[in-house]
């Protein structure tokens, strides 16, 4: 098994700027990297989340070597600020999100995640609720290839899905290198250096499968309400819908959107509740790219929390005002 290198350790951790008795968030435990050297670096504590019950399995030896500065919680993201309540956790001095697969899940057969080992067609995060397999041989044809196109960002959607539905008809679709022969089979061979024709596909599949996209939006207003005024936000995305979504809400969140037309009537806006130091993502080095390809395509952002109120709370209390 592949030993899960975190993505730009060391400018997360400079971005986070860990001190002694500060409290952190690492929203995407995996399999500690980031939570470890934060503790490491100071005498702070960290609430780790995975909604991945093999991440919290996993965690035990942290947990004992931490102790008690490390504490562990269940579940999705999004419902980070409810988890932090839940163990008695205020407001923190920051934030962290990996928003990519660790590399055991990819290593790990079983898991369906990746198609470089054939294993089951699961890739659910939780390992509850319907798998990929229920939804490559249940939904319309018009459904899957919707998925693989918005999702994966796949031109040859509609092609591939018509495959899968021609496939599915003669037998059920239950391993991952039968949807990746499958796809092979109506995409033409890649040049060198080009991804798997596969690789889109199934990116679009396990999105969809988790409700990731629908997550980070969530997790990014939760994280906003949790952070104190001064508290770090930062965020490491992989793939342009990710970042997109990350973008678009620190752009927004920090006052710097697009202005209103000045022929319009001049409409009363929520204060920023971030500051964004700069525009332009981080990108990882040269070097770590070469030793962790991983880390290619991987993007860091990071903003400050302002002392507005939350937009969730500004949205409430402007409601009960009206």
């Known amino acids: 098994m592949t030993l899960h290198q975190p993505v730009m350790l060391q400018e997360v951790v400079e971005a986070l700027k860990p001190e002694d008795n500060a409290t952190f968030i690492d929203a995407t435990f995996g399999r500690g990297g980031y939570t470890g050297r934060i503790l490491d670096d100071a005498q702070c504590h960290v609430m780790a989340i995975d909604r991945d019950p093999d991440a919290i399995t996993a965690a035990q030896p942290m947990i004992a070597k931490y102790a008690p500065r490390l504490t562990l919680a269940e579940g999705p993201f999004s419902q980070l600020?409810?988890?932090?309540?839940?163990?008695?956790?205020?407001?923190?001095?920051?934030?962290?999100?990996?928003?990519?697969?660790?590399?055991?899940?990819?290593?790990?057969?079983e898991r369906g995640f990746s198609f470089r080992h054939d294993g089951p067609l699961d890739m659910r995060m939780e390992k509850s609720g319907p798998d990929a397999a229920d939804f490559i041989n249940d939904a319309s044809e018009?459904?899957?290839?919707?998925?693989?196109?918005?999702?994966?960002?796949?031109?040859?959607?509609r092609r591939i899905a018509r495959a899968i539905v021609r496939a599915r008809s003669e037998a059920?679709?239950?391993?991952?290198?039968?949807?990746?022969?499958?796809?092979?089979?109506?995409?033409?061979?890649?040049?060198?250096?080009?991804?798997?024709?596969?690789?889109?596909s199934f990116q679009g599949i396990?999105?969809?499968?988790?409700?990731?996209?629908?997550?980070?939006?969530q997790a990014l207003d939760a994280a906003e309400q949790q952070l104190?005024?001064?508290g770090r936000l930062v965020v490491v995305s992989f793939h342009s819908l990710e970042d997109r979504i990350v973008k678009n809400f620190?752009?927004?969140?920090?006052?710097?959107?697009?202005?209103?037309?000045?022929?319009l009537p001049d409409v009363e806006t929520d204060a920023p509740t971030f500051t964004l130091p700069k525009r332009k993502p981080i990108a990882p080095s040269d070097d770590?790219?070469?030793?962790?390809?991983?880390?290619r395509s991987a993007k860091l952002r990071v903003v400050i929390r302002t002392d507005a109120a939350s937009s969730k709370a500004a949205a409430i209390e402007n409601k009960e005002s009206a």
Request: glycine share 10%.
């Open 228 to 230: 104190k005024p001064g």
């Open 81 to 109: 600020a409810d988890m932090a309540q839940a163990k008695g956790i205020g407001l923190v001095d920051g934030v962290v999100f990996d928003l990519g697969l660790s590399s055991p899940q990819l290593d790990e057969a």
């Open 250 to 263: 620190m752009i927004k969140r920090s006052g710097q959107g697009p202005r209103p037309s000045r022929h």
């Open 172 to 200: 059920p679709i239950t391993r991952t290198k039968q949807l990746a022969a499958i796809i092979h089979s109506v995409m033409p061979r890649p040049k060198p250096g080009q991804i798997d024709p596969a690789t889109r």
């Open 288 to 295: 770590e790219i070469q030793s962790n390809p991983r880390a």
């Open 206 to 217: 396990r999105i969809h499968i988790n409700g990731e996209l629908d997550e980070i939006e």
């Open 142 to 157: 018009t459904e899957i290839a919707r998925v693989i196109w918005e999702y994966g960002e796949e031109r040859a959607s």
